[in-house]
């Protein structure tokens, strides 16, 4: 179950009852991530967390979390309105626990579904963003079929809407197999022009109504 709300989660819907646009940052910290690549996801997240805050209706609607995955899946920072986020610095080690970390930015977001709804705050259909440059290694297959069945689960019944990124070597045929959407082949390293994209997505939806359909910007950072 859901953790109950918390006395200043209560405090910061009152002081914001603006709707809410969630998106979790899932980020892939394995090993083969180190060097220019962690650098470039680096710069990228500071990147989005400038660009959100241009924008005063992004700036308190949107939610941003991020979960990292290696040997171990972490929540880096849980969900935040886009003024009070600051972009983490990311270190590369260890294996791709990809299908464990799908399951933790899922639960992330239904607990958070959950308090909106005991606050009576209202919500954008959410944004799961994955990023790697592999597949899943270092999990039980069990874990990796679990976690495909619940994206096509909340993707059928528009609970979420989930994106895949594949930089340099991913695996993209794999990605396309865990991703309803077809999964995007990042260009180089160009994590500052994605990250564009993903803020001016995430300001498109954030000044529009809750059901809304939202035409999004052509994603030029990346390939199918």
């Not at 970390?101 to 579904?113: F, M, P, S, T, V």
């Not at 999964?183 to 300001?203: I, T």
Request: with cysteine.
């Amino acid at each position: 179950m859901p953790e109950p709300l918390r006395l200043e989660e209560a405090v910061e819907f009152a002081e914001n009852p603006e709707p809410r646009c969630p998106c979790v940052l899932l980020l892939d910290t394995s090993g083969s991530m180190g060097g220019a690549p962690i650098d470039a996801l680096n710069a990228g997240l500071q990147t989005f967390c400038e660009e959100l805050n241009k924008d005063d209706l992004a700036r308190k609607r949107v939610e941003v979390a991020i979960v990292s995955f290696d040997s171990q899946v972490k929540v880096i920072q849980d969900f935040v309105t886009a003024d009070r986020f600051e972009a983490p610095i990311l270190r590369a080690q260890g294996m791709t626990s990809m299908g464990t970390g799908i399951d933790q930015a899922l639960d992330l977001i239904a607990d958070r579904k959950f308090q909106y709804r005991n606050n009576g705050v209202t919500y954008y259909r959410p944004w799961v963003f994955l990023i790697t440059d592999g597949e899943p290694q270092g999990e039980s297959d069990e874990a990796v079929r679990r976690a495909i069945d619940r994206i096509r689960d909340d993707e059928t019944a528009k609970r979420v809407a989930f994106f895949a990124v594949g930089v340099e070597n991913a695996n993209m045929k794999r990605l396309s197999e865990i991703s309803v959407r077809a999964p995007l082949k990042l260009k180089g390293l160009n994590f500052r022009e994605l990250f564009v994209w993903l803020s001016a997505s995430m300001q498109r939806v954030s000044n529009s109504k809750p059901d809304e359909q939202v035409p999004l910007p052509p994603p030029g950072w990346g390939e199918v």
